[in-house]
């Protein structure tokens, strides 16, 4: 239901000549889709992926990484690899400190 709900504001603002991005931040993985013409096409990463994953890291010497380049690397850089972190959104370190030692990097 909500989705239709979302489809019938992205044809209303497609209509009307707006241009409409959707961006689903999500927990593992993220995607972005345009409505042109009342169509919505999901919008590629810079690897052709329909999906990125929901990563960011700082490499060695400082660069940021971002999905599926983030995720690759974790293994060697894990202190420095984020991932899964809205799961931690809106609470305190309290109710999340027993979860929190199974990731590697610090909250």
Known sequence: AAWRRKEKVARKAANIGEK????????????MAAVEAAV??????????RTTPSVVAYSKDGEILVGTTAKRQAALNPLNTFGSVKRWFGRTFAEVESDARSVPYHL
């Open 40 to 49: 919505p096409t999901v919008l590629p990463n810079s690897e052709g992926e």
């Open 20 to 31: 409409v991005l959707g961006i689903d931040l999500g927990t593992t993985n993220s995607v």
